[in-house]
């Protein structure tokens, strides 16, 4: 499967916008799927397909794909959402083989 | 409510063998793909690979062929993680997690709360 790319490290102001990007060629086919993960906690899903978000994620995450990049948006960060941030996506080989960004701290100012 | 519930922490020494378990319910166990995710200390999340559910027909990612064998008991709803010959490079937190896929969106939606292998000698 091929590669995800993510920025290893984000901050953002209280109450601002911040945007995680993650970038592969898988994803001109695939919708990425995101994913939240706290210290020493299972990873949690926060966005996946198009735009969706399940049942008691707030509505401050979003996300949005072009091409060969996916972005998960949080508007209005909370400091809750510091974490660590993975995006996750699928080849289209047939084999449907997955891969991992290798994951973005955000840090809440 | 839909839950996967692994077994509890290992310590094996290297050369060892390893089991791991994840029980599912709350859902009907062969709707959904169960996947294999690795974290090492301090390292982000790897993904091992997936087992279908209504055929058994594991697919493993690039470095988790040979050791690692994924395998399932349908009748108690069970996916399990075998690690043979186990090296101390092993040590990890491993997830199991239920996906929903189709042809453009995969999501994993439920995860295991993790099993610590830890390998020293």
């Known amino acids: 499967s091929s590669e995800l790319t993510q920025g290893p490290a984000v901050s953002v102001a209280l109450g601002q916008t911040v945007r995680i990007t993650c970038q592969g060629d898988?994803?001109?086919?695939?919708?990425a799927s995101w994913y939240q993960q706290k210290p020493g906690q299972a990873p949690v899903l926060v966005i996946y397909?198009?735009?969706n978000r399940p049942s008691g994620i707030p509505d401050r995450f979003s996300g949005s794909s072009s091409g060969n990049t996916a972005s998960l948006t949080i508007t209005g960060a909370q400091a809750e959402d510091e974490a660590d941030y993975y995006c996750?996506?699928?080849?289209?080989?047939?084999?449907?083989?997955?891969?991992f960004g290798g994951g973005t701290k955000l840090t809440v100012l | 409510q839909v839950q996967l519930v692994q077994s509890g922490s290992e310590l094996k020494k290297p050369g060892a063998s390893v089991k791991v378990s994840c029980k599912a319910s709350?859902?009907?166990?062969?709707?959904?793909?169960m996947n294999w995710v690795r974290q090492a200390p301090g390292q982000g999340l790897e993904w091992m690979g997936w087992?279908?559910?209504?055929?058994?027909?594991?697919t493993y990612a690039q470095g988790f062929t040979g050791r690692f064998v994924f395998s399932l008991d349908t009748s108690v709803s069970t996916a399990y993680l075998q690690i043979s010959s186990l090296e101390a490079e092993d040590s990890a937190v491993y997830y199991c997690?239920?996906?929903?896929?189709?042809?453009?969106?995969?999501?994993?939606?439920?995860w295991g709360q993790g099993t610590l292998v830890i390998v020293f000698s």
């Open positions: 996750n996506s699928r080849d289209t080989s047939g084999n449907h083989l997955g891969v």
């Open positions: 898988s994803l001109r086919s695939y919708y």
């Open positions: 397909g198009k735009n």
């Open positions: 709350g859902y009907t166990f062969t709707s959904y793909a």
């Open positions: 087992i279908n559910t209504n055929t058994g027909n594991p």
């Open positions: 997690a239920r996906e929903y896929y189709d042809s453009s969106d995969s999501r994993l939606d439920v």
